[in-house]
């Protein structure tokens, strides 16, 4: 009923850039918190960037000035624009939904913890 769908991730040189978009469908009412956590290979899943529906934003510190998260709630959709990327940037992103209200079946529902289904970003030295 309310799926992530997540595009954006590829192969990038050092440096470059990506930008992950992660776009919320179904009958959705609102939609709380988005953020992006990411995963690299025998570690675990980190947070990268959080921002809330108010536009209130948080990022891991070693993505600060380099991340950039943002959100378009029209679209339900979130975004995160990556710059000067590093090889360690290297990991599987996923996009998170803490909560969506959406309507089904006549009723107004709420649900929670919503995850997409990954997108890897590989940064070459």
């Known amino acids: 009923q309310v799926q992530l769908v997540e595009s954006g991730g590829g192969l990038v040189q050092a440096g470059g850039s990506l930008r992950l978009s992660c776009a919320a469908s179904?009958?959705?009412?609102?939609?709380?918190?988005m953020g992006w956590y990411r995963q690299a290979p025998g570690e675990q899943r980190e947070l990268v960037a959080l921002i809330t529906s108010y536009g209130n934003t948080n990022y891991a510190d070693s993505v600060k000035g380099r991340f950039t998260i943002s959100r378009d709630n029209a679209k339900n959709t979130v975004y995160m624009q990556m710059s000067s990327l590093k090889p360690e940037d290297t990991a599987v992103y996923y996009c998170?939904?803490?909560?969506?209200?959406?309507?089904?079946?006549?009723?107004?529902?709420?649900?929670?913890?919503?995850w997409g289904q990954g997108t890897q970003v590989t940064v070459s030295s």
């Open positions: 179904g009958n959705i009412v609102s939609i709380s918190t």
């Open positions: 998170n939904v803490d909560r969506i209200t959406y309507y089904s079946g006549g009723l107004y529902r709420r649900g929670t913890d919503y």
